[in-house]
């Protein structure tokens, strides 16, 4: 039987030459920002603010499938030569529709393609209806897309990463966690000055890519939550703007 991985109360007591035996407390996290912005007003001036459930749960599934869409497109290219082309996209994939994209065939899809007024990328196009058949088989299991979204706790934010790349397509690496912060979803985002922040701490050294060093990061903003009362994304900004540029 492998050997449990060890929690954030454990590798707090490690020998400092143990991963996770250098992290601060949030204390040291909310002052250290203090310093830098030079006042409370002009560091919450610098911080985002996640959307409430109510506005998670009335936002509609085409909405979603057009955000899940806009954040594969924008991966790799960049993003206003893709918000740039939206309004076509919009058009063609019928207003981002579920229940019509997802009867878009493979011969529908080639005929885009020749569509010059989007970006043409076939693998990007084929996600599209993938996806809009995940909003729909979630509508089925959850009722709606939206509850489906604010309901998941963001305490297990990284479960909900892990799910949207399982079920979605084009939804690893950091796109599941872009997409929700898109869409007003609290997250954090491990983007690479945040491992460097936690690679700091001794935490990790790398960005989280397997469920045990999700799990891991999960666990160390959980406890800056519950020491702050601060939404994961504004920690996420935080802990980013302890690294020097």
């Known amino acids: ?11 707090l007591s490690d020998p400092p030459d143990r991963p996770g035996a250098g992290m601060h407390d949030y204390k040291w996290l909310n002052e250290y920002c203090l310093n830098r912005f030079g006042s409370a007003a002009a560091l919450e001036a610098q911080l985002p603010t996640p959307a409430s459930d109510d506005y998670l749960r009335a936002l509609s599934a085409d909405r979603y499938l057009s955000t899940l869409a806009l954040r594969v497109f924008r991966a790799g290219l960049k993003h206003s030569l893709v918000d740039a082309k939206w309004p076509a ?4 994939f019928f207003g981002f529709d579920p229940d019509k994209v997802v009867l878009m065939g493979a011969e529908h899809l080639e005929r885009l393609m020749q569509d010059t007024r989007i970006i043409r990328h076939l693998g990007k196009l084929k996600s599209v209806p993938r996806n809009a058949q995940m909003i729909l088989d979630v509508q089925k299991q959850r009722g709606s897309f939206g509850a489906f979204i604010a309901d998941w706790p963001v305490q297990d934010i990284t479960g909900l990463w892990q799910y949207l790349a399982k079920h979605g397509n084009q939804m690893g690496g950091l796109s599941a966690p872009r ?3 898109m869409v007003g979803k609290d997250t954090f985002i491990p983007t690479w000055d945040v491992v460097a922040a936690l690679n700091a701490q001794n935490i990790i050294d790398k960005v989280p890519s397997s469920k ?21 994304c504004q920690l996420s900004a935080m802990l980013a703007y302890t690294v020097n540029h």
Do not use: H, Y
């Open 89 to 92: 996209f919009e058009q063609v």
């Open 179 to 181: 997409f929700l912060r």
């Open 1 to 11: 039987m492998p050997p449990k991985a060890p929690t954030l109360v454990n590798r």
């Open 212 to 232: 045990r060093d999700q799990a891991l990061v999960q666990e160390v903003f959980n406890q800056w939550q519950q020491e702050s009362g601060r939404p994961l």
